[in-house]
């Protein structure tokens, strides 16, 4: 797409490919900050689910459900409250869930569907951004955000935290939880091979003063930065905040630096397919980004709108281009504008644009490999078999979303 319609000057073929690869190229290590930091989230993520206390709750959850159809709808409604607590956590408790229930399902005797549990462990990313992570809600509530000059302040009260979000989201739930009872209802019987790597429970060690110390003030500037806002960045929910913060739990679980050490140890091995893939996927942004195509795109889908088609016409499009661009803070860098300076040009609710933003952002995400490759290493189960669940999980959400964003927008 970029040689044929992204390259402006008039040259060779040749030319317009080298001209391309050089985006690419530019774009390969530009998501070097975003790739460390979901490493991060991911291996404190494994290192406190592997923690023995966890590691036991978790498991002793997993044998309550008494057939597969009641794992399936557990392990889905637990991850989407995850979810929408905080993106990070709900995909990672949801990957070790649907783990944890599919080993209890096979000791009790009953086959479960390993690619539907993992499918289910995956919704909370699906209605994530409704949720108290919701990176464009969030960012456009933040004092001197990079559209203020433009759209002001829009406080949370507006996007995530009204009336109207909270009943559309819970509405998303229940559709969720509708189609997983259908799906686990209606399958035969599913034969499909898994390749987990071992999930062994580490214990905590001898408390070392140093490490539950330093874990314990981690911790309490957290928490003094969060509440007071000493630090405008530091007081709202993001990456950064949830990962300094699972460093000194992690810290404070383990108690010793060797035990400490050897969790984090476990838990790299587990993010080596977003240290190889992640490069990749920035260059795909790079092509997209350097250019101008992403902008030209996404420009094209709202010049022709009016107020009754510029929320849907959003909506699809915020899906479209997250598939290309993962990061839900990232797209909105480049989408908000476009999309809200279109929606104020019209007299429309800034506030109401942004949910839509969202909602299209999170829907998509069920098709979106980029946020499934921990739960895939998790699990052990196959893309393919992953995904011909979140196909049809997508289909049913995303018109349930659609529908809500024309008739309600």
Excluded at 54 to 83: C, D, E, S, W, Y
Excluded at 229 to 234: A, H, I, K, Q
Excluded at 378 to 398: E, H, P, Q, S
Aim: hydrophobic share 50%; net charge positive.
């Amino acid at each position: 797409m970029v040689i044929i319609f992204g390259i402006k000057e008039e040259v060779s073929f040749g030319k317009r490919t080298l001209i391309s690869l050089g985006y690419w190229q530019q774009g390969f290590f530009s998501l070097l900050t975003f790739t460390l930091q979901m490493i991060m989230i991911l291996v404190f993520g494994y290192a406190l689910a592997v923690f023995q206390p966890v590691h036991l709750f978790l498991k002793r959850i997993a044998h309550i459900p008494k057939n597969k159809t009641q794992g399936v709808l557990m392990t889905g409604i637990i991850a989407m409250v995850g979810g929408l607590l905080n993106w990070g956590f709900g995909l990672v408790i949801g990957a070790l869930l649907a783990r944890f229930v599919y080993v209890a399902a096979k000791e009790k005797g009953y086959n479960p569907n390993p690619a539907l549990l993992a499918a289910a462990g995956y919704l909370g990313m699906a209605v994530w951004h409704g949720g108290l992570s919701g990176s464009a809600p969030l960012k456009v509530a933040e004092k001197g955000h990079f559209l203020e000059g433009k759209i002001g302040v829009i406080p949370i009260s507006e996007t995530i935290g009204s009336i109207s979000n909270f009943w559309v989201s819970i509405g998303l739930v229940f559709v969720f939880a509708l189609s997983l009872l259908v799906f686990s209802n209606s399958e035969k019987s599913a034969k499909i091979e898994i390749d987990a790597k071992p999930l062994k429970a580490i214990l905590p060690g001898k408390r070392s003063y140093f490490a539950f110390i330093i874990g314990f003030a981690m911790v309490l500037i957290a928490f003094f930065n969060f509440v007071f806002g000493s630090v405008p960045e530091l007081a709202s929910v993001n990456i950064n905040t949830i990962n300094f913060l699972l460093f000194g739990l992690t810290l404070i679980a383990y108690q010793s630096m060797g035990q400490f050490k050897k969790a984090i140890g476990s838990g790299i091995k587990s993010s080596i397919d977003i240290f190889i893939q992640f490069p990749f996927y920035a260059g795909i942004l790079g092509l997209m980004t350097h250019s101008g195509l992403l902008e030209e795109f996404s420009s094209g889908l709202v010049s022709n709108a009016s107020q009754s088609t510029l929320p849907l016409i959003s909506y699809v499009s915020a899906a479209a281009v997250n598939l290309i661009i993962p990061s839900g803070g990232g797209q909105f860098a480049v989408q908000g504008p476009i999309i809200l300076d279109s929606a104020k040009a019209m007299g429309m609710s800034i506030g109401k644009m942004v949910l839509v933003f969202s909602y299209g952002d999170q829907i998509s995400n069920l098709l979106q490999p980029f946020w499934a490759l921990p739960l895939i290493t998790i699990t052990g189960v196959k893309a393919k078999d992953l995904f011909k669940y979140c196909l049809g999980l997508c289909l049913i959400g995303g018109i349930y979303l659609g529908m809500v964003v024309y008739f309600l927008a």
